[in-house]
């Protein structure tokens, strides 16, 4: 759809959102008199001109007043407006009523009160019982108009976070990939026996990353299931270099935001392992339930670990991590990296509530 067709749908949805509340006013304004006038064209007369007072006065506040002074913080001014801005139409109104309509309609007026102009013009209790009643439509509508951007902007932001949160998962999946096919690369040089269960474990696991992890959230245990997936993967490229201690208890109940976890694992192996000469170690343990997840990883560091290494350590993977956190647990999650001369260590906690 293009710009122009989606601005002219909004135009058109927001006109007819707005006859249609004036038909309400107008039906309710008619129904509220019709049982006690019996001349029914003077009320019918009479109300589609009242009404026809009331749309301009409300436009002018909904399109003048309001945007120019009370959204610029001008209340005392907007106030002022308001009040001159009715008794100019409160004053037009009974011009209209005492000259035209009492002159129009007189067997209806005989009956009644004789209208002075100078007399309601001058009556302050009853210009100030127009008040409810003139300033009604426009705080209805105002208050539609800002329920309307309010659920605007929310969709807005939903869409923003979505894009962003895709944008970030496209950068993390490349990451994860190229590390990955390293490992195959060096294998299929070697002509190893181990190729075909490492495409069998990154199939599943591309598997997983391109059509099981789409939501926001997906159940702890299938982000469990990958990191054994990748750990089988590593392993068989680093065989007995590496140890690695998984310790798990997960809730049925037990959700996290997809590939979360993946990433600090994925820098343990490349930052403790690939580099390490004796046997590195690598701990994890994660718990879960329908509250909050605790993911912790710790894994020993080479003795040739150097300073650019440690800045490696904040790669793009692992600043995507920090604002996908951002996005999926805002004020819900605890982030502590400890980066020792020995150890390198992640505890990370997520919640459903603030933290």
């Not at 037009?92 to 209208?115: D, G, N, T, W």
Request: charged share 25%; hydrophobic share 40%; aromatic share 14%.
């Amino acid at each position: 759809m293009t710009e122009g067709k989606k601005i002219s749908k909004f135009f058109n949805k927001t006109v007819f959102q707005h006859l249609l509340f004036w038909c309400l006013v107008f039906v309710y304004y008619l129904s509220m008199s019709y049982p006690f006038e019996d001349n029914k064209s003077y009320l019918l007369y009479a109300v589609i001109v009242d009404i026809l007072f009331q749309v301009v006065l409300t436009y002018i506040i909904i399109e003048i007043l309001i945007p120019k002074l009370l959204n610029k913080n001008k209340k005392v001014l907007f106030l002022l407006s308001i009040v001159l801005i009715i008794y100019v139409f409160y004053f037009a109104h009974y011009a209209y009523k005492c000259f035209y309509l009492a002159e129009e309609f007189k067997e209806v007026y005989k009956s009644r009160p004789p209208l002075v102009f100078f007399e309601r013009i001058t009556n302050f209790y009853s210009f100030v019982r127009t008040f409810p009643i003139d300033l009604a439509p426009s705080i209805m509508l105002s208050a539609f108009n800002y329920y309307k951007k309010e659920k605007e902007t929310a969709t807005l932001l939903e869409q923003k976070k979505t894009t962003e949160l895709d944008a970030l998962r496209n950068q993390l999946n490349p990451h994860f990939l190229f590390n990955t096919l390293n490992n195959l690369y060096a294998l299929a040089l070697k002509k190893s026996d181990k190729t075909p269960e490492v495409i069998a474990k990154l199939s599943d696991i591309l598997d997983y990353i391109l059509y099981r992890c789409q939501s926001n959230y997906v159940p702890l245990k299938n982000e469990v299931t990958l990191l054994h997936n990748y750990i089988a993967l590593e392993k068989v490229r680093y065989g007995n270099r590496v140890e690695v201690v998984f310790k798990e208890t997960i809730n049925e109940a037990a959700e996290i935001a997809p590939l979360l976890l993946l990433t600090f694992l994925e820098n343990a192996f490349k930052h403790g392992v690939s580099q390490e000469i004796n046997t590195a170690i690598i701990n994890i343990s994660i718990f879960g339930d329908s509250t909050f997840v605790e993911f912790k990883i710790s894994n020993t560091k080479p003795n040739v670990y150097t300073l650019e290494d440690s800045e490696d350590r904040h790669s793009i993977g692992l600043q995507n991590i920090k604002k996908q956190l951002n996005l999926l647990y805002p004020n819900k999650y605890k982030l502590e990296i400890e980066n020792t001369k020995e150890n390198y260590s992640v505890r990370l906690k997520v919640s459903k509530d603030e933290i």
